[in-house]
Every structure is written in C-alpha cells, then in structure tokens.
C-alpha cells in the first residue's frame, strides 16, 4: 500500500474511481466525436480555454484597469469605496449580455422566421437594463456620498471609511 | 483519496529500496514499473525545483484577499444542488421523446448503454414536461454567474506549478479538464441552442447528450475527491458572521494546502457579502429576465431578454408558435380543400376530409405546449378526435404505438411515433380546434396531434396520416 502511493501519489481508491470516470468519459467520447470529430475537440477545448485565458483575464484587467484609471486623486471631502458602484452593474449587464448576446446582437438567423417574433427588441432592452443598473447605482452612490459629506460637516472629524462595499 | 495534497514523502525510492515483504519483488514488470516510477519522481523533483515561470505561475501573482476554500466551497454546494438537478432534468427531457421507440424519434442511435434507464414516459401529471424542461432550462441560466464565480475563485489552481505532482495529480488534471470544458460546452451549446443560434457542430441533441455524459462523469470524480473539503471549508467560517462583516473587518481566510489563498493579498475593495450578493444578484436578475417565458400570462412580459417573452398574436391563436408553418415549409396550398386525413391499422385505410372529421363528436383537453427550449404555453382547450376513438376505428384499440407523420417536408419532426400509454389517454387528441376557434395555419391547421406531457416537437402539426401499429 505505501508502496503504491509513493508510486501513484495517492491511494488506490482515487485511482478506481478515476478509471471508472474515464472508462465512461472514453464511452460517450467516441459518440460525442463520431460525426464532426475535429469541430467537437475544438468546441470542448475550446471552450475551457476561451473562459480560463480570454474572457476571466479579460474582466480582470478591466476590473484592475478601471481602479488604477478611475483612481480618485486625494480630496478634501472623504469619498465612499466608489469601485462597487462600477463593479456591480457592469457585472450584472455583463452577464445578461454573456447569456443572451445572440439575441441582442440578432445573430440568431432563425429565430424571426421560426417564432413570428420580431429580434430587434432586444438590443434596445439590454441597453435600457443596462442604464437603469448604472442610473441606479449612480443614485445610490449619490446617496452614500451625501449623507458621507453631512456626517463629515456636522462632526467636523474624519468618519470611519467604512460602510460596506456590498451592493 | 486526494492527488492535491502534498507531494509524495520524498525519499530514497527506487528498484534498489529495501522492501519489507520480500518475495515477489523480483518480477520483471515490477522491475520495469519501479523503474518507470522512479524515472517520473525524478522529473517530478526536478520540476520542483525549477522556479515556476513569471506570471500566473507565481504564487504571488493572485492576489485577490477574497479567494479562500470557504468563498470557493459556498459556491460549490450550490452547484453541488444545481447540477445535478440539471442533470436529471436533462436526463428525464431525452426519456419523454421515447427515443426507444423508434428510429424517428432517436437522435441518438448509438446511445448503447446510455440509454440503460428508459422508460415509457408518462401522460400523468399533464404539466410533467412543463415543469422538467422549465426548470432544466431556467435553472441552467440562472447557474452562469454562480459558475462563472465558481471558476473565477479557483483559476490560481489552473496555473500550479508544477504542472504535475506525480501520476496522481496528473490524472486529477486530465479529470479537472474534462470537467471545465465539460460544463462550459454543456452551459454554451443550451444556452445557443435556446436562442436558435445553432453554430454548434452538429445536431444539439447529439452534442448536449454526449456532452452531458462527458461531464458528469469528470463532476462526480470532482465530488468524490472534493466533497470533505467542501465540507470542513464550510464549517471553518459562519454564514451569518460572514454577512454581517464589512469591508474594514475583511481578511483573507487562512493560508490553505491548495493554495486557494494568495500569498501576498491586496487589500479588500468588496467584502465576502458582497461578492455573494453581485453574483446572487446576477443570478436573481437572470431570473427575473427568463423565467416569465415557461409561467406565461401577465408574467410572459417580463421575461424581457428571453426568447420567448413575448406573445406572437392575440386571439385563440395568439399563443406561442414552436416554428411557423412558413419556416418549415408548410404552405397554405398544401393544407388546402384537397387535404385528407389517413388512418391504417388493422383494417383497410380509411381517408377523412376536416368536414367528416369535425362530423364525430369531438372531446376537449386543456393542455400546455411545453418546448424542450424551455419555454411553455399555459394550458389551452383543445377541441378534436380522441387518439384513442381512432385507434379504434383503425381495429387496434390496444396500439402499442402510432406513427404521426404530417404534411410538412421531410425533416427532423415531420414524423414522429407515441407510445401505447399516450395513445391511451382521454386528454390525448387530434386536435382540430383551440380554444374555441379553428386552429391557425402556425399551429398545424388542418388538425394537429396535443398529449399530456409531451414534449412540443412530438405533437405533430399539419398531420396527414396516422398508423397505428400493433
């Protein structure tokens, strides 16, 4: 048995239940691949890479872009931690658009034909979500902002920086 | 049971090692496996050695204060429900096309042992399939921004260094990418194929089904091998204390064997309430957006941004329309006075116009359509022909199936089979009528097949000829 683990890494249950994993893995593969074999790998690779090397380091950068950019310069007046407030609906109009670009970007050839439904709404509605996300958390930063600078006049002190960063 | 603990106990091994037992060491496959293994230590020790590369690579180039083994484990258990919810609802909406009927309703000819748990899908309840496919879909959506986060607090593991810490991890790997492209592939291909953006390569059902299978099989590895951690991660902090914590009280969680954790945090611009609110809310809004299209009625228009959000028309017929009679190339000239029904059985043929048919009496269902894209009708009263009264006119009251074949050119769906059970049951109907009108040119005029349950692609439009078979 220790023999084994130095030889594998682990124990030998961890390599059973690999084997049966692949063993199934290997049964659907040689289906999945059967007809467009070239098209599938690349679909399936494809796509582990196009998240993990594109789009993740994609929003990264533009996360960390917009802090270092966006930075404010130092002011008289204390500011509430701001980057939530760009974090937040540029996260929740990105996911909308991440699930249904091809409706919003009527890729969708089909789709008009097929349904009897007109494409054409749905860039006008993202668009429209997308600005009541921003508009709304425009106005509660506003908010924060504003009852921040009172605190900060009438206690004549610096108030904590903290109020939470959650949405 | 883990390849991702630490390495093996480093040590003298090799063909020369002292062994305890004795006896059977000499055998020249032992010889050749001890040999092969320590020849792979060594590479091992010696990748160890090296300095990872620059870049994602080094430990200190995450620096996210917020990954951590409890952060990763919350999101995690959800998916531990969500998926394989999905993968029973996926499973259950490939059983109700009956795919062990017949060639015609099986994309998916060489399933094998795939196939193993088929059954005769059941017309009881009526919104069966509404529910099922309802959920699979809408759960599946509302999964993205718990995935993406999911995948997000473990990228730092996709770049460990090094690439393999022995036989074991590197079959971990193998595993961990059969499991990520798995679920991304899964996630893309319903998500296209919903919207009708088949770029896929290949027909959906082949890929989604396979695919299915693929990741499954890498997900319940990853839950085995990951479950205890998942679960001591989530003992080691509070749920309540965790979002009740601000942003000046939020600290990395401890340094964990994983690596989880970075070496050198940045401090905190979001707390852990945070993060779980951006992506529950992401998740929420999704669902505000979607769900409307698989409830219908006043709630229909808020599905803004799903497919089926809106009502094609208004009227008796104004309800959903799977594919209009144009875009399969159903004309009017096609269903015009010259149309016949036909029905074999036992019997000689017997041939009906819609005038003769509309003669018979005439029972009613109140049923929905439910697409497998996710999207349903609420229950509509549909008015024809019982399947069952013509399976009797046609000398086989006990059909054990009925081929469905319509007007429309031939292509996937023109013609499909049901099974004794659907035949059998009084809601199951030719149906010539919806709610109190004539049925639509789109919703398969002059007479379209409506049962219990069943997916909408087999509830044949523009039918022309029933035979029932024994």
């Not at chain 1, 789009?55 to 500011?79: G, N």
């Not at chain 2, 991702?4 to 037992?21: F, I, N, T, V, Y």
């Not at chain 2, 396979?210 to 479950?227: D, E, N, P, S």
């Not at chain 2, 993060?275 to 229909?300: D, F, K």
């Amino acid at each position: 048995m220790g023999r084994f683990v130095r030889w594998y890494g682990s124990g030998p249950l961890h390599l059973l239940v690999l084997i049966a994993s692949f063993a199934l893995t290997g049964y659907a593969m040689v289906r999945l691949f059967a007809l467009r074999p070239l098209g599938v790998v690349i679909w399936f690779v494809g796509a582990a890479v196009v998240h993990d090397l594109i789009l993740l380091p994609l929003y990264s950068l533009a996360d960390r872009s917009a802090q270092a950019v966006l930075r404010h310069r130092a002011t008289r007046m204390p500011h509430p931690p701001w980057i939530n407030h760009l974090r937040v609906p540029a996260f929740l109009s990105g996911v909308l658009l991440l699930v249904w670009f091809p409706l919003v970007f009527a890729l969708s050839r089909p789709y008009p034909g097929a349904t009897g439904l007109s494409i054409d709404v749905y860039l006008g509605r993202w668009l429209a979500i997308t600005a009541v996300l921003f508009l709304a958390s425009a106005v509660a930063f506003a908010v924060r902002l504003r009852r921040l600078r009172r605190a900060h006049r009438a206690g004549g002190e610096r108030p904590a920086p903290d109020h939470g960063a959650g949405p | 049971m883990d390849g991702d603990g630490s390495p093996s106990p480093a040590g003298p091994a090799g063909p020369g090692r002292p062994d305890h037992k004795g006896g059977s060491r000499g055998r020249p496959a032992h010889g050749i496996l001890s040999g092969l293994s320590s020849r792979a230590r060594y590479l091992v020790r010696r990748a160890e050695h090296t300095p990872p590369p620059p870049g994602p690579f080094r430990p200190g180039f995450w620096r996210s204060p917020l990954r951590g083994p409890w952060l990763t484990s919350v999101f995690g258990l959800v998916l531990l429900i969500g998926i394989p919810l999905m993968f029973v609802t996926g499973m259950l909406s490939y059983a109700s096309y009956n795919p062990d009927l017949g060639r015609l309703n099986d994309q998916t000819p060489d399933k094998g042992a795939l196939g193993f748990y088929l059954f005769a899908w059941p017309t009881h309840p009526y919104w069966l399939y509404r529910l099922t496919q309802g959920v699979h879909v809408t759960l599946g959506v509302v999964l993205v921004p718990v995935l993406l986060a999911k995948l997000w607090s473990v990228i730092p593991k996709l770049f460990a260094w090094p690439p393999a810490r022995g036989l074991a991890h590197a079959l971990e790997r193998l595993s961990l990418l059969l499991l990520v492209g798995g679920v991304i592939f899964e996630f893309v291909t319903g998500i296209l194929n919903i919207q009708l953006f088949y770029v896929f390569p290949g027909s959906f059902y082949t890929l989604h089904f396979y695919g299915a299978w693929v990741f499954i099989a890498a997900f319940a590895v990853h839950v085995c091998l990951k479950l205890g951690r998942m679960v001591s991660a989530l003992r080691s902090r509070s749920l309540t204390a965790e979002l009740r914590t601000s942003l000046a009280h939020t600290r990395p969680e401890p340094p964990d064997p994983d690596g989880l954790v970075p070496a050198g945090p940045a401090p905190p611009t979001m707390t852990r309430r945070g993060v779980l609110a951006m992506v529950g809310g992401g998740s929420l809004l999704l669902l505000l957006v979607t769900a409307g299209q698989s409830i219908g009625g006043l709630l229909r228009g808020t599905a803004l941004l799903a497919p089926r959000g809106r009502e094609p028309g208004s009227g008796p017929n104004g309800f959903q329309i799977n594919k209009t009679a144009a875009s399969v190339g159903v004309t009017p000239a096609r269903v015009g006075p010259g149309w016949r029904l036909e029905i074999h059985g036992a019997g000689p043929a017997h041939v009906f116009t819609r005038a003769q048919l509309l003669a018979m009496p005439q029972h009613t269902a109140s049923l929905p359509i439910a697409c497998v894209e996710g999207w349903s009708t609420p229950d509509q009263l549909w008015s024809g022909l019982r399947l069952a009264d013509l399976a009797a006119l046609a000398g086989l009251p006990d059909a054990g199936s009925v081929l469905v074949e319509s007007v429309q050119p031939p292509g996937p769906y023109a013609s499909v089979l049901l099974r004794g059970n659907q035949i059998r049951d009084p809601r199951s109907l030719l149906a010539l009528r919806v709610n109190g009108a004539d049925l639509s040119l789109d919703h398969g005029y002059p007479a379209r097949v409506i049962v219990p349950a069943n997916p909408g692609v087999n509830n044949t439009k523009w039918v022309h000829r029933l035979t029932f078979r024994r």
